[in-house]
């Protein structure tokens, strides 16, 4: 074999291994192997497609993205016109639309029908010639449409080639092009990051990506699409049914939608329709109803058409989910969590399928960038079961004296200051043991087993002690009695009684213990420890201010700053007073500070398993000698405590060169 015959083999070969990729990536959604082993052999391809360029051609992986954008759109005629679909719009119109077929088939029986989602995107038609792509089109009014190929070949999904056997000599496929949810909302992320202007939802992306002239812009839009119909068909097998003809069009290497079924009668549609509504909110693409088909090509012949739809298929479409409304006022909800939302009341509206008259408008961030004030004409978008929210504001519907919308400065359910980090999306309310709004979730955080381990005290009862009106806040559950709780449900005398004994001896706990308990933001277990052992009383942690605080090991100024602002709360001191009051109490703790702060400044790593103490003790032992104890080996690192079987963090230290000790050696230093 020549030289040449063998790299125009290898090409070949090449070609095939990155189409059989991209097929088990694209449409089996089951990749054989990793990214850049594709983009590897994609490599191979290109760089020997350089040196040959004789030996390229049209449907090589490599030539997805023409050069010349275009003067425009030439035309393309569908010989078989593109139909669209009659809608349906409930149960009983679905019925009717069944009935109408029985009556026409002449037969009582249950009519088979192929069902699947009704993608939300633009319809197009790809022409394969003796398996190549060689002509892709919009449907445009069903008989012309715009020549789209240049575009349509950007997309990765869509062979340039058939795989497989007995492909028709001529084969029109038809399907919708779309762009998955993903894809849309990192595209708008994009516009957004660049104050460029956003796409309103994925399908006018999807539209205004297919309309570029230059295909080099539509290379960058992450679209995709689906078959789900045949026009022109030369050559090849009779098939008897619709779902038989998507399977061969699979197997030829088209992308075809998962959740297609083939279902019985108009039940078996409504059972459909069910599933993929509770679905919908989790399909990566977005569909706009369900398209029920009679499978049975014979009979789809029988029935025809009429005008531009045909008669053996129907749209069963979702109630739609966004509508016009106008915002009557913008208040400010908050959250179990202290988060503040602001929600916009509206003037109700039907949309999704319920009446809505309260949409979330997220944070400050997103009313800032909607611009959405009282009085306006806003879009409401209501997605399955997904919280209804405010899309946009209707351009010219501003009513000249609206203000913009402020964030409140005191919590409106409790009055305590609202605090928002730098950076953060968020803002919360302070309040966080007096809040009603947070109550039930301070009280199960304060009751939870690593907080004051309140036996017996879980989620569960929480919410039925608040909600029966016995406790309002954490301070409260110290004044319960036996008597008070009795009657709960599910209670009896003997929980009554053991839920009094579990609080006693609640009372009896550490100051880690509870300054963890107290609920207050970032700060988890371990912070609650070293604040307790740093400061050794809560009068102290109470007074410390931002500066003294961040002196503590993993503090830094945020924590700081949420400590400082949680003991500034009047109501938090309160309820913290009547918890003191209540007879709680904790074991003093060693002043750590009095010890010979003799390792102040220096920063220890341990590794490895130690003997004679726990590596707990041993930290303890050091931070109380001033030292700063981290997890991980840097230039920072002073000394590294080498247990047994330490690993790679003894090695860093070995290649940085920072002194090693073993555990003699630190109990010496601890001496
Ligand atoms: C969509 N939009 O998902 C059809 N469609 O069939 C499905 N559209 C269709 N089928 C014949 N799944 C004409 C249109």
Redesign the pocket.
């Known amino acids: 074999m020549s030289d040449k015959n063998k790299i125009s083999e290898d090409i070949t070969h090449l070609r095939d291994q990155l189409n059989h990729h991209s097929y088990q990536y694209y449409v089996l959604d089951d990749p054989e192997i990793p990214d850049v082993q594709y983009d590897r052999l994609y490599r191979e391809l290109q760089s020997l497609e350089a040196q040959y360029p004789d030996l390229i051609t049209n449907d090589s992986p490599t030539q997805r993205v023409g050069d010349k954008p275009l003067d425009g759109f030439s035309q393309v005629k569908h010989e078989i016109p593109m139909?669209?679909?009659d809608n349906v719009f409930n149960e009983e119109e679905l019925s009717d639309f069944n009935k109408r077929l029985q009556q026409r088939l002449d037969n009582d029986d249950e009519i088979i029908f192929a069902a699947?989602?009704?993608?939300d995107g633009l319809?197009v038609s790809l022409l394969y010639e003796k398996g190549l792509l060689v002509r892709a089109g919009t449907r445009g009014d069903g008989s012309t449409g715009e020549n789209i190929t240049q575009n349509i070949r950007t997309i990765h999904s869509i062979p340039l080639k058939l795989l497989g056997k007995n492909i028709p000599d001529v084969l029109e496929v038809r399907g919708?092009v779309f762009m998955p949810k993903a894809g849309f909302e990192k595209l708008n992320q994009i516009a957004r990051d660049n104050d460029e202007k956003q796409f309103v939802n994925p399908r006018n992306a999807a539209a205004g990506s297919l309309r570029q002239l230059d295909p080099k812009i539509t290379a960058k839009r992450p679209l995709a699409m689906y078959c789900?119909?045949v026009g022109r068909v030369d050559g090849g097998a009779e098939l008897s049914t619709h779902s038989e003809m998507l399977d061969h069009l699979k197997q030829w290497g088209l992308p075809l939608c998962n959740e297609r079924e083939v279902v019985k009668g108009v039940q078996g549609c409504l059972n459909y329709f069910k599933k993929m509504s509770a679905l919908r909110g989790s399909l990566p693409y977005e569909i706009d109803g369900i398209?029920y088909?009679v499978n049975s090509i014979k009979l789809q012949k029988e029935l025809g058409f009429v005008a531009k739809a045909?008669r053996w298929?129907i749209a069963h479409k979702f109630p739609a989910q966004e509508e016009i409304t106008r915002v009557n006022s913008i208040e400010f909800q908050v959250g179990r969590t202290g988060a503040i939302t602001p929600v916009a009341r509206l003037e109700p509206v039907f949309v999704g399928g319920v009446t809505v008259s309260n949409a979330t408008l997220h944070n400050m961030d997103e009313v800032n960038r909607k611009d959405v004030r009282q009085g306006d004409q806003v879009i409401i978008r209501r997605a399955g079961d997904v919280i209804p929210e405010v899309v946009r504001v209707v351009p010219g519907s501003r009513k000249h004296h609206a203000k913009k919308v402020q964030l409140p400065d005191s919590c409106p359910v409790c009055g305590s200051e609202i605090e928002q980090e730098e950076g953060e999306a968020i803002a919360r309310c302070s309040g966080g043991l007096f809040c009603a709004a947070q109550r039930k979730e301070s009280i199960k955080h304060f009751a939870s087993r690593k907080a004051m381990d309140i036996d017996g005290l879980g989620d569960k009862l929480v919410e039925q002690l608040v909600d029966g009106g016995c406790i309002d806040h954490v301070n409260d559950l110290y004044d319960l009695t036996a008597e008070k709780i009795v009657d709960l449900e599910r209670m009896g005398k003997k929980s009554a009684e053991n839920l009094i004994e579990a609080l006693q001896k609640s009372k009896h706990t550490s100051l880690n213990r509870f300054i963890y308990a107290l609920g207050i933001r970032e700060v988890g277990e371990a912070t609650a420890l070293t604040l307790a052992n740093h400061f050794t009383t809560l009068d102290a942690i109470k007074a410390a201010d931002e500066e003294s605080l961040q002196k503590v090991e993993d503090v830094g100024p945020i924590v700081a700053a949420h400590i400082v602002r949680f003991f500034k709360q009047p109501h938090n001191l309160e309820v913290i007073e009547k918890l003191l009051n209540s007879g709680i109490y904790w074991d003093e703790i060693e002043a750590v500070a009095t010890k010979e702060q003799t390792l102040e400044g220096k920063t220890f790593v341990i590794t490895g398993t130690l003997t004679e103490m726990t590596r707990d003790d041993a930290k303890k032992a050091l931070q109380a000698r001033g030292a700063k104890v981290t997890g991980s080996v840097s230039k920072k690192t002073n000394y590294v405590v080498v247990g047994d079987n330490a690993g790679s963090k003894a090695m860093k230290a070995e290649q940085l060169g920072i002194e090693m000790l073993d555990e003699k050696a630190l109990i010496e230093l601890l001496k």
């Open positions: 139909l669209s679909l699947e989602p009704k993608l319809a919708e789900y119909a398209v088909k045909p298929a």
